[in-house]
């Protein structure tokens, strides 16, 4: 059975520190590129961060801020999150698409302009990040 499972959720003040992490099972892991998307209340899903075999991706709202990396050994995908604001607060979802749907270093595609096949996709349920001021 294809799963991906988030965690490391919780409630921060504006300033604080979150790590998410994302394990996968039922597919071969390293064959999928990975990525961390968001939905805060009324607005769409939007695309946080990305990473495949080639390197990373970043949303310009998280750039500087957040870290997205992945534990092969593990079938983890990891979001470090520093300096959170009241704006990152949202449900934040891991999700996995294969490889061999995007053009090399092609991430853009996937996770900013979801121009990928969204059948292909592989969703988590989320984990619910809360920032206070």
């Known amino acids: 059975q294809v799963q991906l499972v988030e965690s490391g959720g919780g409630s921060v003040q504006a300033g604080g520190s979150l790590r998410l992490s994302c394990v996968a099972s039922?597919?071969?892991?390293?064959?999928?590129?990975m990525g961390w998307f968001r939905q805060a209340p009324g607005k769409e899903r939007e695309g946080v961060a990305a990473?495949?075999?080639?390197?990373?991706s970043y949303a310009d709202s998280v750039k500087d801020r957040f870290t997205i990396s992945r534990d092969y050994d593990k079938n983890t995908l990891y979001l470090q999150m520093n300096g959170l604001k009241p704006e990152d607060t949202a449900m934040y979802y891991c999700a996995a698409v294969p490889s061999f749907a995007l053009s090399a270093g092609d991430l853009d595609s996937w996770y900013l302009t979801r121009q990928v096949d969204r059948r292909l996709e592989i969703w988590g349920q989320g984990t619910l990040v809360n920032v206070s001021t």
């Open positions: 990473i495949d075999s080639d390197g990373t």
């Open positions: 039922g597919y071969t892991y390293s064959t999928y590129t």
